[in-house]
């Protein structure tokens, strides 16, 4: 008798165990599914502070498609467009309480007024991150366009038919949307004239080809793209910067400060002979020679750009 009683104790000590386990794995099932879900559905939710974006973006919800542009959402009041004529070519559609800023245009995108009004009911002003044909294909109806003078040379080339206002930002000058500011960093080394917009608030930037291509293309020299990587370094930094948007996102290449900090290491490795480059295999923008490393490489001219 008693060693029946005991091994009914037992057995309900043992069934009591089992429920108790069977509840705890249901409730962890239902949390890993909620958060799944969650996640899925609705993947911007916990990046308004601009914290958690990461390589899930290009999932994100598409508010515009057409042949030329898709525009997905990233956060409440910021967007992504990626044309597909060169590596996913990406331009920036940032919205405040007053007015909205595209930055960067595409290669070939036909009435981007009329597709951004679709997306921001707000006015829109264009600004370029550089002026690379596959950075400014869009700004033909826009009647005036920001971009930093220094790449004034390769405009007439490369927006020979733009018929509107061309306007200089200026070095470290706030743009003002209305509840939302934009700092304009020059970030010579890409190009001569190429510039970073950081919204401090949101933690994060959008550097054009200045950084994030995975494929650094310096149409400059090594001490110019080392200065610049040096300052953006401590600009990160300084005012914590998670990560950059790139000019080519492709939905794994934000930059990060550990990387621009690479970059101003190799480029001052090359030019104190302590690394040393070797021939470009292709994909370099016509530049000859490349290192290789950390996760970018970084092409440049051997008669131009060891300086
Ligand atoms: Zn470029």
């Not at 597909?84 to 919205?95: A, D, P």
């Not at 949101?202 to 610049?228: C, I, P, Q, R």
């Not at 080519?248 to 934000?254: A, Q, V």
């Not at 101003?264 to 016509?286: A, Y």
Request: a negative charge.
């Amino acid at each position: 008798m008693e060693g029946e009683e005991k091994s009914i104790t037992f057995a309900l000590l043992l069934s009591k165990t089992a429920i108790t386990k069977t509840i705890m794995m249901m409730k962890r099932i239902i949390s890993i599914v909620f958060a799944a879900v969650l996640l899925g559905l609705m993947p911007y939710t916990a990046d308004a502070q601009g914290t958690e974006i990461n390589s899930r973006d290009l999932r994100g919800k598409v508010v515009y498609q057409d042949d030329e542009v898709v525009f997905r959402q990233l956060d409440e009041h910021t967007w992504i467009g990626n044309g597909h004529r060169v590596y996913n070519e990406s331009l920036y559609l940032v919205e405040g309480n007053d007015r909205a800023l595209l930055i960067d245009a595409g290669t070939r995108i036909p009435e981007l007024d009329k597709i951004v009004a679709k997306i921001t009911s707000k006015p829109v002003t264009m600004m370029l991150t550089h002026a690379h044909g596959d950075h400014v294909g869009g700004v033909g109806p826009f009647p005036e366009v920001y971009l930093n003078a220094g790449d004034m040379p390769i405009v007439p080339n490369n927006m020979r038919n733009y018929k509107g206002q061309i306007k200089y930002l200026n070095d470290g000058e706030v743009i003002d949307l209305g509840g939302r500011e934009l700092e304009v960093i020059f970030t010579p080394g890409h190009t001569a004239g190429s510039a970073t917009f950081f919204d401090k608030a949101k933690h994060y930037g959008f550097s054009g080809d200045a950084f994030g291509s995975t494929n650094l293309l310096v149409f400059t020299n090594l001490s110019t793209e080392m200065y610049t990587a040096e300052r953006i370094e401590n600009y990160m930094k300084k005012n914590d910067i998670h990560f950059l948007f790139p000019g080519h996102y492709s939905g794994d290449n934000l930059e990060t400060l550990q990387r621009v900090t690479d970059i101003k290491n190799m480029c001052r490795e090359i030019l104190d002979g302590e690394r040393k480059p070797t021939i470009s295999n292709g994909n370099n923008g016509g530049n000859d020679m490349m290192v290789d490393d950390k996760g970018v490489r970084i092409n440049f001219s051997s008669r131009s750009g060891m300086k």
